[in-house]
């Protein structure tokens, strides 16, 4: 089946780890993969030491979208259409698939969205994918079989503290 984790509060990535290491720990094989971020997480190292999750990030992350120039946009793109190929290619021997934040990586047309819609309506009936990120389509909405929205009513970002170590990364 098809999750969503979504929204503006913390807590998206969070849940897909738990459900990751819920999973790990009935046995399920696990494939963890992250667009927008350099696999530097706090939770990667712990995921990664994990018999049966394998972490898959992209091979280079150049932060935030609205802060890349065009030339680094295009580049993402490059490089986030050939991490979904691999993670295409990959998926048979995995029971989940965790695509954190491909949901921002769709709404800013940074992977193809012909070729994630054709890999979740495959993939949907043989094993669990889970996506995270900001307001999610229509489309992904209407594919998904769980959508969770992540609401922040409080935030410690709006006083000024910044994001902490293992807690927001």
Excluded at 33 to 44: A, M, W, Y
Excluded at 59 to 74: A, I, V
Excluded at 79 to 89: K, P, R
Excluded at 153 to 158: L, N
């Amino acid at each position: 089946m098809i999750h969503l984790y979504y929204g503006n509060g913390k807590g998206k990535t969070t849940a897909a780890c738990g459900l990751a290491v819920r999973a790990a720990g009935s046995g399920m094989k696990v494939l963890f993969t992250q667009f927008f971020k350099n696999g530097k997480s706090s939770e990667i190292s712990m995921l990664s030491s994990l018999n049966n999750i394998k972490c898959l990030f992209p091979s280079s992350c150049f932060g935030r979208y609205k802060n890349m120039t065009d030339e680094q946009k295009e580049e993402t793109k490059k490089i986030y259409g050939s991490l979904l190929s691999e993670i295409t290619e990959k998926a048979a021997v995995f029971d989940m698939i965790v695509l954190d934040e491909a949901i921002s990586a769709y709404n800013y047309d940074i992977i193809p969205h012909d070729v994630l819609k054709e890999f979740l309506n495959r993939e949907k009936n043989r094993c669990e994918i889970v996506l995270t990120g900001r307001n999610p389509s229509e489309e992904l909405l209407d594919i998904a079989d769980y959508a969770t929205e992540m609401r922040k009513e409080k935030h410690p970002f709006d006083k000024g503290i910044k994001a902490r170590k293992g807690i927001e990364f």
